[in-house]
C-alpha cells in the first residue's frame, strides 16, 4: 500500500519522504496484513544480518511451492522498453462518480472503504491473458486505464501471471487531519476466510492528483509487495509457531527469497527490537504514533516516514526509490551508507538483487525513470 501526500513534486529537491507521508495523512496496513495486525511472526535462526550478496535460488532447494502452484511468468525483456503514453488528464485531481459497481461475490472484497475515507471507486477490471475485461457493469475500459495497466505490465511483465485484477479507484483529493488515505493497494485473492491465495492478486490505483514521479513511485512500491509476497517467495500453511525464516501473516518466506534476503542484510537486532516496541502497542492510534517516532529515531535506517511501519514497507519503499531514482538523482546519492541498516545501503541492495531474481525489473525501472521525468 502507498499513502496520500500534498507534495507536488518527485523532483522539487526534497527528500521522497515529504511525497508518501504527511501530517494530513493517517496510515493504514495492507488489507492481507490486516488479520495478523502486521506482527512479526515466527523466528528467526539469527536476527542479526550475515552480510551477503543476494544469491540466485538454489536448484536443489526442497522450500519450495509445487511447480504448478505458480503461473507460468511472461518472456523477461532483452532490453528498455519504450515509455507507454500517458496523458496529463489521467492525472486530474478528482474525477466523476462512474457508477462502477462490485460483481456478485468478489473474491478480492467489495469494501471500498478499505481503500480509503471517502474513496470513490471508479472502474474494475478483470486481466485475462495480459488485457483488461471490464467486471464492473459498465463498457469498454477507458484509456487512462489501458495506459496506467500498460505502464504496469511494461514495468515488470514476469509479475503479469499473478495479477487477476485491477481496480481503479479516486482517493479523496482534500483529506482532513487524520483521514485514512491511501493511493494504492496490492492484496491476494481470498479463497476461504482468511486464507488467500499468494498467487493471485488485485491491484489498486488511485492516480488522481498525482504527478507522474509520484505515480511511477506508487507502481514500483506495490508491484515489490507482488514480486516478494506471491507463492514462488514462500511457503503457505506453515504457521508463524514453526516458521524458521519470517512470517509475513500469510506464509513462512524461503530462505532464498527476495524479501528474506533483503531482510538479512539491511535490518539488524537493533532496528528488530526497536520496530517490536513500537508494532507492540496495544491500539492502532498507539501504534501510528510509536511508528512516527521510530522513523523520528532511526531516519538513517528508512527512506521514507511510511517505511519505519513495517519491513514489508521498508522493503517495497526502499525498492520504489532504486527503481524509480536514477543512482545520481540527488536525493538518492545524499542517504547514507556507512552502516548496512543504513537507507542508502537498502536502495543500494537492489544493485545486486536485480541480476537473480525478477530481471524483467532492471529494464522496466530504466524505463520508469523515463516516465518519471518526462
Given at each position: 500500500m502507498s499513502t496520500r501526500g500534498t507534495s507536488q513534486g518527485r523532483w522539487a529537491g526534497v527528500a521522497i519522504a515529504g511525497v508518501?507521508?504527511?501530517?494530513?495523512?493517517?496510515?493504514?496496513?495492507?488489507?492481507?496484513?490486516?488479520?495478523?495486525?502486521?506482527?512479526?511472526?515466527?523466528?528467526t535462526a539469527s536476527r542479526t544480518p550475515t552480510p551477503t550478496l543476494p544469491a540466485a535460488p538454489s536448484a536443489g532447494s526442497t522450500n519450495r511451492a509445487p511447480a504448478t502452484a505458480s503461473p507460468t511468468p511472461a518472456?523477461?525483456?532483452?532490453?528498455?522498453?519504450?515509455?507507454?503514453?500517458?496523458?496529463?488528464?489521467?492525472?486530474?485531481?478528482?474525477?466523476?462518480?462512474?457508477?462502477?459497481?462490485?460483481?456478485?461475490?468478489?473474491?478480492?472484497?467489495?469494501?471500498?472503504?478499505?481503500?480509503g475515507d471517502k474513496a470513490e471507486l471508479q472502474r474494475l477490471y478483470a486481466v485475462s491473458t495480459g488485457a483488461l475485461v471490464p467486471i464492473d457493469g459498465l463498457g469498454a475500459p477507458r484509456p487512462c486505464d489501458e495506459q496506467l495497466w500498460t505502464l504496469v505490465r511494461t514495468t515488470a511483465p514476469t509479475l503479469l501471471?499473478?495479477?487477476?485484477?485491477?481496480?481503479?479507484?479516486?482517493?479523496?483529493?482534500?483529506?482532513?487531519?487524520?483521514?485514512?488515505?491511501?493511493?494504492?493497494?496490492?492484496a491476494p485473492k481470498e479463497i476461504a476466510p482468511d486464507t488467500f491465495d499468494d498467487d493471485r492478486w488485485?491491484?489498486?490505483?488511485?492516480?488522481?492528483?498525482?504527478?507522474?514521479?509520484?505515480?511511477?513511485?506508487?507502481?514500483?512500491?506495490?508491484?515489490?509487495?507482488?514480486?516478494?509476497?506471491?507463492?514462488?517467495?514462500?511457503l503457505g500453511g506453515i504457521g508463524a509457531d514453526v516458521c524458521a525464516t519470517w512470517h509475513t501473516g500469510t506464509g513462512c518466506l524461503l530462505r532464498d527469497s527476495f524479501l528474506q534476503r533483503y531482510l538479512l542484510n539491511t535490518w539488524d537486532d537493533d532496528l528488530w527490537d526497536a520496530w517490536d516496541e513500537a508494532n507492540a502497542k496495544s491500539t492502532e492510534k498507539?501504534?501510528?504514533?510509536a511508528y512516527r517516532d521510530l522513523y523520528d529515531d532511526h531516519k538513517d535506517s528508512f527512506v521514507t516516514s511510511y517505511a519505519a511501519w513495517h519491513p514489508l514497507e521498508d522493503f517495497a519503499e526502499s525498492f520504489a526509490m532504486w527503481c524509480t531514482y536514477p543512482a545520481d538523482e540527488p536525493a538518492r546519492k545524499k542517504l547514507p551508507t556507512a552502516k548496512l541498516t543504513d537507507n542508502g545501503s537498502k536502495v543500494a541492495w537492489f544493485d545486486n538483487a536485480r541480476r537473480d531474481l525478477l530481471p524483467a525489473f532492471g529494464p522496466g525501472c530504466e524505463m520508469l525513470r523515463d516516465f518519471a521525468a518526462g
Open positions: 508518501i507521508l504527511l501530517s494530513v495523512v493517517s496510515i493504514g496496513v495492507h488489507a492481507l496484513l490486516v488479520p495478523v495486525l502486521l506482527a512479526r511472526g515466527g523466528t518472456a523477461v525483456p532483452t532490453g528498455v522498453p519504450a515509455v507507454p503514453a500517458y496523458d496529463r488528464a489521467c492525472l486530474r485531481r478528482d474525477n466523476p462518480a462512474t457508477g462502477a459497481r462490485f460483481p456478485a461475490s468478489d473474491p478480492f472484497g467489495d469494501d471500498i472503504t478499505a481503500l501471471g499473478h495479477l487477476e485484477e485491477l481496480l481503479i479507484f479516486d482517493a479523496d483529493p482534500d483529506p482532513d487531519a487524520g483521514d485514512f488515505v491511501i493511493e494504492g493497494e496490492s488485485r491491484l489498486s490505483f488511485a492516480p488522481n492528483g498525482l504527478d507522474r514521479g509520484e505515480l511511477a513511485w506508487l507502481v514500483a512500491h506495490e508491484l515489490a509487495h507482488i514480486a516478494s509476497l506471491n507463492k514462488e517467495q514462500m498507539a501504534r501510528r504514533t
